[in-house]
């Protein structure tokens, strides 16, 4: 249903049936633990940066802007680069860290 590289690629599907139809929904999708996820770097945001080009500059890919966003623990991700000189964490999404902490 998803792109593998979609962070609702592993989400659960559920159906409801209402009026004879049926429909498919996906279930709700809660934030990792930032500390479970493996930190692969860090950046300082600057003036103009935005999540998708950090992402496709840190992780290769504009469209895994969400894995920085679960990183930092982001609710709203635009608000992560609002303030020039910030520190972010880059994480690989899904995968536990193996100890090494922050960089």
């Known amino acids: 249903m998803f792109e593998q590289n979609s962070r609702y690629v592993d989400i659960e599907t559920a159906t409801l049936t209402e ?22 770097g860090q950046v300082t945001i600057r003036q103009g940066d935005r999540l998708d080009l950090l992402a496709g500059q840190q992780l290769g890919v504009p469209e895994l802007f969400w894995r920085i ?11 992560l680069t609002e303030v020039p000189g910030r520190k972010l964490l880059i994480a690989v999404g899904g995968i536990p860290d193996s100890g090494g902490g922050t960089p």
Not at 19 to 39: K, N, S, Y
Not at 69 to 79: H, I, K, R, T
């Open 19 to 40: 009026d004879g139809r049926t429909i498919t929904f996906i279930r709700r999708r809660f934030l990792p633990q930032a500390q479970d996820l493996a930190v692969v």
């Open 69 to 79: 966003a679960d990183a930092n623990g982001a609710m709203d991700p635009l608000a």
